[in-house]
């Protein structure tokens, strides 16, 4: 069986500090892995993927993850976060089939 | 480009009423997904479709919910006869069939069940 484990459910930060948001996954084959975000009353976007190669992935918005196979992660981080990315983040996998699994999710709320 | 439509955005019913739920995926996407989010519970993928055909409905709950594609660009979910606990928020998303292929989803119908 395939599953994502969000450790955080909630992270509160401070405008501008930086943020770590926990991903871990378990699964017996290779897998793609991604970041979704959800703004509220809206659906789910993606934010970034790991398909191969490069362990380090990048968004258009300065959000980073990185794929760990040894540790079965892949965390998000952000250096500085802005007010506009308080959202609910979700983590999911993808292998053996088109079906993604996500994690729980974490809401991060930037204030102030 | 239109996104993923879902319809209703909300609906309120009282238990034992019929909810159907709409999806209009994106043209030329071959692959439907209906996910289901609660508090409790996080994202549950109920069924998927490529191609108009069900693949895997493994995390549809019971017999009371059902889903159809009949053609490439609808797709319904019909819960009958509805209960309390059936009150989510429901997505539908629809890829190009492939492996990591980017799911994009509606913006959801919450389902309130009195």
């Known amino acids: 069986a395939q599953s994502v484990t969000q450790l955080d459910s909630q992270v509160p930060v401070f405008e501008e500090a930086p943020v770590e948001l926990r991903c871990n996954y378990s699964s017996s084959v290779s897998v793609y892995l991604f970041w979704y975000v959800q703004y509220p009353n809206q659906g789910l976007q993606l934010l970034l993927k790991y398909l191969s190669g490069s362990t380090l992935v990048e968004s258009i918005n300065g959000f980073e993850a990185e794929f760990n196979k040894s540790q079965t992660s892949f965390h998000l981080r952000k250096p500085s976060v802005h007010i506009s990315d308080t959202a609910e983040y979700f983590c999911?996998?993808?292998?053996?089939?088109?079906?993604?699994?996500f994690g729980k999710g974490t809401k991060l709320t930037v204030n102030p | 480009d239109a996104g993923v439509i879902q319809s209703p955005r909300h609906e309120v019913t009282e238990m034992g009423q019929e909810v159907t739920l709409r999806c209009k995926p994106i043209s030329g996407h071959n692959s439907l997904f209906w996910y289901r989010q609660t508090m409790m519970r996080g994202l549950e993928l109920l069924i998927y479709f490529n191609n108009n055909v069900p693949i895997d409905d493994s995390g549809m709950p019971e017999d009371r919910f059902s889903a159809k594609m009949p053609n490439a660009s609808f797709s319904t979910l019909k819960i009958q006869p509805s209960e309390p606990r059936d009150s989510a928020v429901y997505f539908c998303a629809s890829s190009q069939r492939g492996p990591a292929g980017e799911l994009f989803f509606g913006e959801g119908s919450r389902l309130t069940v009195l």
């Open positions: 999911a996998l993808q292998g053996g089939s088109e079906k993604l699994v």
